[in-house]
């Protein structure tokens, strides 16, 4: 269980203890505590980490002793024999050559070893490097989207000790007292906490993970799309002919993309989403806490390995008839929706008299795909 946050000695649970004991009510009790955390631990700033593992030395790299077993005598012209075979004192030229074979064998296996070990640090550099360019691209974002109040900036920032809440049951958000306010059933009841939209806190309403999902969308709602780019994309192209267009959440096609790298080319339209896809699930991965919000959003068990293991019954992004309808088809987790085809999925509404068109499919099997990628 994660630690809970601890303030000059008091515990949040004591804190709330001390307040029911007193007899203020439950509700408002939560309220109070909600606004000691936010009072004494406020926010932190964002700390990076990088999900891929590089360690400083691989032992399976390393390379083993050589000790060479072909060593050479001159010989002397009349006096030496020169045979094949091996007699005493003379170990002839079967043995040597076959000596020579083993050094030789040695080497290459080395060798071999050496290029392979290369080629898997370049697939961890690889992932290393994209990390750190999602992240510079998520702060150039963010800083992008600084609005500018009367007086002094306001900037956007993490919530502090996200990890060491014991968040229990992530109910939603509502307005309390004029603000948003996001409420969670935990074991000390329901807590009132002020509401920061970050990747993890809003994954199941917020935009930054369901820019793939919106992407498939569009593209199944405008046949023009695969018919402009029926092989590779080149993004540059692909943003000047859509790029102003608007897609279901208000948002233009060409600020979802700016997650990918410029100048880039994919094989294909779907190969272009799960890049999209991939990015949007890595910029969770790298946010300290992030992962820990998502799975109490989505109900997901610490001990479940991956979220594509996830009861679909608790994605929200899905309307409640098309998870049942999904569930009795045998589509029982977030992983089994994103291995789905929009066209099966859309079947599946059909049978089960449920409206439903193949934007909706599309954009259900391209989040659950980015969700799949979390963890």
Same mark, same amino acid.
């Given at each position: 269980?994660?630690?809970?946050?601890?303030?000059?000695?008091?515990?949040v649970t004591?804190?709330?203890?001390?307040?029911?004991k007193?007899?203020i009510?439950?509700?408002?009790?939560?309220?109070?505590?909600?606004?000691?955390?936010?009072?004494?631990v406020g926010?932190?700033k964002r700390?990076f980490?990088y999900?891929?593992?590089?360690p400083?030395v691989?032992?399976?790299c390393a390379?083993?002793?050589?000790?060479?077993?072909?060593?050479?005598?001159d010989?002397?012209d009349?006096?030496?024999?020169?045979?094949?075979g091996?007699?005493?004192?003379?170990?002839?030229?079967?043995?040597?050559?076959?000596?020579?074979?083993?050094d030789?064998?040695h080497l290459g296996?080395d060798?071999?070893?050496?290029?392979?070990c290369m080629?898997?640090?370049?697939?961890?550099?690889?992932?290393?490097?994209?990390?750190i360019?999602?992240?510079i691209?998520?702060?150039?974002?963010t800083?992008?989207?600084?609005?500018?109040a009367p007086?002094?900036?306001t900037?956007?920032q993490?919530?502090?000790?996200?990890g060491?809440?014991?968040?229990?049951?992530?109910?939603?958000?509502?307005?309390f007292?004029?603000?948003k306010v996001?409420?969670w059933?935990t074991?000390?009841?329901?807590?009132?906490?002020?509401?920061?939209?970050?990747?993890?806190?809003d994954v199941?309403?917020?935009?930054?993970v369901?820019?793939a999902?919106?992407?498939?969308?569009?593209a199944?709602e405008h046949g023009?799309?695969r018919?402009?780019?029926?092989?590779e994309?080149?993004?540059d192209?692909f943003?000047r002919?859509?790029?102003d267009d608007e897609?279901?959440d208000?948002?233009?096609?060409?600020?979802?993309?700016k997650?990918l790298?410029?100048n880039t080319?994919y094989q294909s339209v779907?190969?272009?989403?799960?890049?999209?896809?991939?990015r949007?699930?890595?910029?969770?991965?790298?946010?300290?806490? !992030?992962?820990s919000?998502?799975?109490?959003? %989505? /109900?997901i068990?610490? $001990?479940?390995e991956?979220v &594509? +293991?996830?009861?679909? *019954?608790?994605?929200?992004g899905?309307p409640t008839?098309?998870?049942?309808?999904?569930a009795r088809?045998?589509?029982?987790?977030?992983?089994?929706? !994103?291995?789905?085809?929009?066209?099966?999925? %859309? /079947?599946?509404m059909k $049978?089960?008299?449920?409206? &439903? +068109?193949?934007g909706? *499919?599309?954009?259900?099997t391209?989040?659950a795909q980015t969700?799949?990628k979390l963890?």
């Amino acid at each position: 269980m994660a630690s809970e946050i601890n303030y000059d000695g008091m515990t949040v649970t004591e804190l709330y203890e001390v307040f029911t004991k007193h007899g203020i009510p439950p509700s408002d009790a939560s309220v109070l505590v909600s606004s000691w955390i936010y009072e004494n631990v406020g926010t932190a700033k964002r700390v990076f980490s990088y999900a891929e593992s590089f360690p400083a030395v691989e032992p399976g790299c390393a390379p083993p002793p050589f000790a060479r077993t072909f060593a050479h005598t001159d010989w002397v012209d009349g006096e030496d024999v020169v045979q094949a075979g091996q007699t005493p004192g003379e170990q002839g030229f079967n043995e040597r050559f076959h000596r020579i074979e083993h050094d030789l064998d040695h080497l290459g296996t080395d060798v071999a070893k050496a290029f392979a070990c290369m080629a898997a640090m370049r697939v961890s550099l690889r992932r290393l490097l994209d990390e750190i360019r999602t992240e510079i691209n998520r702060l150039h974002s963010t800083v992008h989207e600084n609005k500018i109040a009367p007086g002094p900036y306001t900037f956007e920032q993490i919530p502090n000790y996200i990890g060491a809440l014991d968040f229990g049951k992530y109910m939603g958000t509502t307005m309390f007292l004029d603000k948003k306010v996001s409420i969670w059933q935990t074991k000390a009841g329901t807590i009132v906490l002020p509401a920061v939209e970050t990747l993890g806190v809003d994954v199941i309403a917020g935009p930054k993970v369901r820019g793939a999902a919106q992407l498939a969308r569009y593209a199944a709602e405008h046949g023009d799309v695969r018919q402009r780019f029926p092989r590779e994309v080149k993004l540059d192209e692909f943003i000047r002919l859509f790029g102003d267009d608007e897609m279901a959440d208000g948002r233009l096609i060409r600020d979802v993309l700016k997650v990918l790298p410029a100048n880039t080319s994919y094989q294909s339209v779907d190969a272009m989403l799960a890049e999209v896809s991939e990015r949007e699930a890595v910029i969770v991965r790298t946010t300290v806490g !992030a992962q820990s919000a998502v799975s109490a959003a %989505l /109900g997901i068990e610490a $001990e479940l390995e991956n979220v &594509a +293991d996830a009861d679909i *019954a608790m994605l929200a992004g899905v309307p409640t008839k098309a998870r049942a309808a999904l569930a009795r088809a045998g589509i029982s987790t977030l992983g089994k929706l !994103a291995e789905t085809q929009p066209e099966q999925v %859309l /079947g599946i509404m059909k $049978e089960a008299g449920i409206r &439903a +068109d193949v934007g909706d *499919a599309a954009e259900w099997t391209g989040y659950a795909q980015t969700l799949s990628k979390l963890r």
